[in-house]
């Protein structure tokens, strides 16, 4: 249920069940971004990393891997 539909209320009952019914959505789209978010730092910082150390290119095949896209999608 989308919380711009529910009319606002004072009743603590009331309340509970609007944060239950709305809880588990809210929660799975926080962590999705938080998600995205760690993964694009995670990201930027392999990039800065082999930017700065080219003797860690080919130590770690992950590694390379978002080194590369980073680099083709930039």
């Not at 799975?28 to 760690?38: I, N």
Request: no cysteine; hydrophobic share 35%; glycine share 6%.
């Amino acid at each position: 249920m989308d919380e711009k539909t529910l009319t606002p209320t004072t009743s603590p009952t009331a309340s509970l069940t609007t944060s239950l019914t709305a809880g588990p959505t809210a929660t799975v789209d926080r962590r999705l971004e938080q998600r995205a978010a760690l993964k694009n730092r995670h990201s930027q910082g392999v990039v800065k990393l082999m930017g700065k150390r080219d003797d860690l290119r080919g130590v770690h095949a992950l590694a390379d891997f978002v080194d590369e896209s980073v680099r083709w999608t930039a």
